[in-house]
């Protein structure tokens, strides 16, 4: 079956611009979380979404990030006025969970390459 | 205290040889210890994974070591190949009360020399 989606694979921003990342999780999956990967930072959580529950936003580094899920499935992660820091790459991960049942295995997707000019 | 920590940031075996990766951390509310394994161009995928009830799980070359009263855990890879060669990370997360977030280590960069 399908494994978790991203897009764009690439994206090349100038400062200042705002970007959205989409993710598509494995179809199921009720949980879904945004981490970002750096070479200075290593791989770091930035939101979780479980099903109707409020996101969990402890990772987001600013107030420029946002995420959304919309009807339980897709996933947009959105940064306004990008800064050369945000350089990175985004990854999204899913996994399976029913009510407060955790499988704990998180599949991740390939990932958006974001560079900032 | 949400910090895990990993060694050797890079590591080289020969082929046929040991890889051991260590971990640490901090946090005693952690109840859940994966190993991604990450190939350039890919996202990280699951190796192998320990609960602190147990001390050791193997899964075919892989084995992780878990050392509860030291806040320790590592990877070895038995009869290391050059297809092993990847970044290895370690990971914590309290499953129920950190709904699963992953913290990670810094990563290792594994080499397997033929």
């Known amino acids: 079956g399908a494994g978790v989606s991203q897009s764009p694979s690439n994206k090349v921003t100038e400062k200042g611009k705002d970007v959205e990342l989409r993710c598509d999780p494995i179809?199921?999956?009720?949980?879904l979380y945004w981490y970002r990967q750096s070479l200075g930072q290593g791989l770091e959580f930035l939101i979780y979404?479980?099903?109707?529950?409020?996101?969990?936003k402890s990772g987001l580094p600013s107030d420029r990030f946002s995420a959304e899920r919309t009807g339980g499935s897709v996933s947009t992660l959105t940064i306004q006025r990008t800064q050369q820091e945000d350089s990175a790459v985004y990854l999204c991960?899913?996994?399976?969970?029913?009510?407060?049942?955790?499988?704990?295995?998180?599949?991740f997707g390939p990932g958006t390459r974001l560079t900032v000019l | 205290q949400q910090q895990v920590k990993q060694s050797p940031q890079s590591l080289i075996v020969q082929k046929g040889g040991i890889s051991i990766i260590n971990c640490a951390y901090e946090n005693t509310a952690f109840d859940y210890f994966p190993w991604y394994q990450q190939f350039p161009g890919k996202g990280p995928a699951l190796l192998i994974a320990i609960r602190p009830d147990v001390s050791e799980k193997k899964e075919g070359r892989f084995t992780i070591s878990f050392n509860k009263s030291a806040k320790q855990f590592s990877l070895h890879i038995m009869d290391s190949q050059p297809g092993d060669s990847a970044t290895y990370f370690c990971a914590a997360t309290a499953i129920y009360n950190q709904g699963g977030k992953l913290i990670f280590g810094q990563g290792t960069e594994l080499s397997v020399k033929p």
């Open positions: 979404f479980q099903g109707n529950s409020a996101p969990d």
């Open positions: 991960a899913s996994s399976w969970t029913s009510g407060t049942f955790f499988t704990n295995e998180q599949f």
């Open positions: 179809s199921g999956h009720t949980a």
